[in-house]
């Protein structure tokens, strides 16, 4: 689904397919976070072609990719961090900014 919301920013945010099923299951605390932070990598534009990123959101990897021809960042995967702490509603670790 793309987002309605893209008057602000120079890149839309989809959710891939596969990634609906795990999407469903987040609390709406995190879904929101990670959703914020998708919307920001958006805001920033994407430079590259279709360049992969993750960044962490409590115990939850989120694997997306940014495809600057399409003007799109796509969530991928969430996957769950095996022995992660839940502490933080949002910690960013490794998060690669377009460009």
């Not at 839309?12 to 990670?34: F, K, P």
């Not at 958006?42 to 989120?62: H, I």
């Not at 940014?66 to 969430?78: F, K, S």
Request: with cysteine; proline share 4%; net charge positive.
């Amino acid at each position: 689904m793309r987002s309605q919301r893209n008057t602000h920013r120079p890149c839309t945010v989809e959710i891939s397919a596969a990634a609906w099923n795990q999407v469903a299951r987040l609390s709406q605390e995190c879904y929101r976070a990670i959703q914020a932070r998708l919307e920001c990598v958006a805001s920033l534009g994407a430079t590259t072609q279709a360049k992969p990123a993750t960044f962490q959101v409590e115990d939850l990897r989120v694997h997306y990719v940014v495809d600057a021809r399409r003007r799109l960042v796509t969530l991928l995967e969430i996957t769950r961090e095996r022995g992660a702490t839940t502490k933080g509603a949002s910690r960013p670790t490794t998060t690669r900014a377009p460009g």
